[in-house]
């Protein structure tokens, strides 16, 4: 089993920054995924950016324009969404979401592929 919890959300005005963190616990086998979804008001859920726990490798959604970084620290066992240059359009509810199959990268945005959801965090960005 695997519990996550995300915190780091507050509201920002627009240009500000955040740093989302996504705390990791139980048997993960330092394999799979994790990714950063949200979901704004009236919006479905969005892939906003992945990491393969294992490589390192990253995907980021098309939105984040080089403005969002997603790291991992394998000895706290937590992932991190540095989000810099917010926008009003990023406010939403961020969640934090983990598994532990190996898919496609084109697939890590499909949040049916994971098994694994946090909370949420809310991230308001005041223009």
């Known amino acids: 089993q695997v519990q996550l919890v995300e915190s780091g959300g507050g509201s920002v005005r627009a240009g500000g920054s955040l740093t989302l963190t996504c705390d990791i616990s139980?048997?993960?086998?330092?394999?799979?995924?994790v990714g950063w979804f949200r979901q704004g008001p009236g919006k479905e859920r969005e892939g906003v950016a992945a990491?393969?726990?294992?490589?390192?490798?990253?995907f980021y959604a098309d939105f984040v324009e080089g403005r969002f970084t997603i790291s991992q620290d394998n000895a706290k066992k937590t992932v991190t969404l540095q989000m810099n240059s917010l926008k009003a359009d990023d406010t939403a509810l961020y969640y934090c979401a983990a598994d532990l199959a190996w898919v496609n990268r084109g697939m890590w945005f499909r949040a049916d592929l994971y098994r694994y959801w946090g909370q949420g965090t809310q991230v308001t960005v005041s223009s």
């Open positions: 139980g048997n993960t086998q330092n394999s799979g995924r």
């Open positions: 990491i393969q726990t294992k490589s390192g490798s990253t």
